[in-house]
């Protein structure tokens, strides 16, 4: 599979020793049943087709490998790693839960909370002296995170495995190159920021960013997405579970859970979320959903 090949090249099986006492961290090891792709896992197989399974710990492992590729930095890369520990089940479906369309940032208000809570964490911080808040605050690492249109590892990783996925139009080939190319320059505002070297890598990397950004700004995946938000809220509003309970359980268990409840209007919603038909999806179009802009670095200099 497209993600083992992935995990090879960043060299997971070499990856720092650092690194593995936080793989063991139980409220990491939550991400692994929280999938990427918003609860869409469980929704009609006529719309979402995905060609593997891939959970938010995937990501945020690959995005801590990647990170540790360019910078060989520790603070950085476990601050990549635990960069998505606020994730609930069924992931930015609760930001449009949330009507958080633009950002689809509402649920890291709890990372702080999270990460301060964690005993296990912390010891393994203070092994390797790294603040908390260095990963409380993990966008003060550019190559971590960065402003759209800017390119960083977890807008990076985020379009090789949506690509792998999801629109299916990323290869072994993509990642090779990608990863053979990739680079850190100062930008514009002398920041450091990943970028490529080549052109044709960036291209590439920007096509499939594009398809993506169509597949996100669809009438199906709008539909859906806000379905979903539609059924956690009515379960949340009629108090069949409550929303510390998105941290809870795991992703499938709340799926299965939201199936088993005896409400005609909830489970009417979960038949057309598990049923639906594209050709049955009405017009439905949010303005206020982001756009996935991106406008990377090419040895040293913007590509537009």
Request: charged share 30%.
């Amino acid at each position: 599979m497209l993600l083992q090949y992935y995990l090879e090249q960043l060299q997971y099986k070499n990856m720092p020793d650092y690194l593995y006492k936080y793989l063991k961290d139980p409220r990491l090891l939550r991400l692994r049943n929280v999938g990427y792709f918003c609860g869409m896992d469980y929704a009609s197989k006529k719309i979402y087709n995905f060609q593997e399974l891939i959970s938010r710990f995937d990501h945020s492992l690959t995005t801590a490998l990647l990170t540790e590729q360019v910078t060989n930095d520790k603070r950085q890369t476990i601050a990549a790693l635990y960069h998505d520990i606020s994730t609930p089940c069924f992931s930015h479906v609760i930001d449009y839960m949330n009507q958080d369309y633009a950002k689809q940032e509402s649920t890291e208000e709890y990372t702080e909370e999270i990460l301060k809570r964690n005993k296990y964490l912390k010891k393994c911080l203070e092994e390797d002296h790294i603040e908390i808040d260095d990963l409380i605050n993990f966008k003060k690492f550019s190559i971590v995170d960065n402003e759209r249109p800017k390119c960083c590892a977890d807008r990076l990783d985020g379009i090789i495995l949506t690509g792998m996925a999801w629109t299916k139009d990323i290869t072994k080939e993509d990642i090779f190159h990608i990863l053979n190319d990739i680079t850190i320059f100062k930008n514009e505002e002398g920041n450091q920021e990943i970028g490529f070297q080549k052109d044709s890598v960036v291209l590439r990397v920007m096509e499939v960013n594009q398809r993506i950004d169509s597949f996100c700004h669809s009438k199906e995946d709008h539909y859906m997405m806000q379905l979903l938000a539609d059924i956690t809220k009515l379960a949340l509003e009629k108090k069949y579970f409550n929303y510390e309970d998105l941290y809870r359980y795991n992703e499938l268990q709340l799926f299965h859970l939201l199936k088993k409840i005896p409400d005609k209007e909830l489970q009417g919603k979960i038949f057309l979320f598990e049923h639906m038909d594209p050709i049955n999806i009405p017009d439905f179009k949010n303005d206020s959903v982001k756009v996935r802009a991106l406008n990377p670095l090419v040895n040293g200099k913007r590509y537009r």
